[in-house]
Nanobody, 123 residues
Framework: QVQLVESGGGLVQAGGSLRLSCAAS????????MGWYRQQPGKQRELVAV???????NYADSVKGRFSISRDNAKNTVYLQMNSLKPEDTAVYYC?????????????????WGRGTQVTVSS
């Protein structure tokens, strides 16, 4: 099993900043992609940003230039720096990791989700 512990959400005024963190622990020997998704009330969960094991990043168009994703492989942690926040960024933010674990004959990939952290941006 893989546990993801998220932190850093909260209430902030428009134009402000927040930094989300997500630390992974448990049964894996490698982490491939690490990312952040968000879900607003009544809407589907959407990708915010993702970073692969080589450090290549991808962002939703709506957050490009404002959000920055990074990872610390030694700490198995992914971060999301969110600047110039807008009310439309209000959502529950979920951490996601794709981890590898050893199984008989090779390895298996697990897709893991955190419980989510609320981000609220007031106008």
């Amino acid at each position: 099993q893989v546990q993801l512990v998220e932190s850093g959400g909260g209430l902030v005024q428009a134009g402000g900043s927040l930094r989300l963190s997500c630390a992974a622990s448990g049964s894996f020997f490698s982490i491939n992609a690490m990312g952040w998704y968000r879900q607003q009330p009544g809407k589907q969960r959407e990708l915010v940003a993702v970073i692969n094991s080589g450090g290549v990043t991808n962002y939703a168009d709506s957050v490009k230039g404002r959000f920055s994703i990074s990872r610390d492989n030694a700490k198995n942690t992914v971060y999301l720096q969110m600047n110039s926040l807008k009310p439309e960024d209000t959502a529950v933010y979920y951490c996601n990791t794709r981890t590898l674990r050893r199984v008989v004959g090779g390895s298996a990939v697990d897709d893991n989700w955190g419980r989510g952290t609320q981000v609220t941006v007031s106008s």
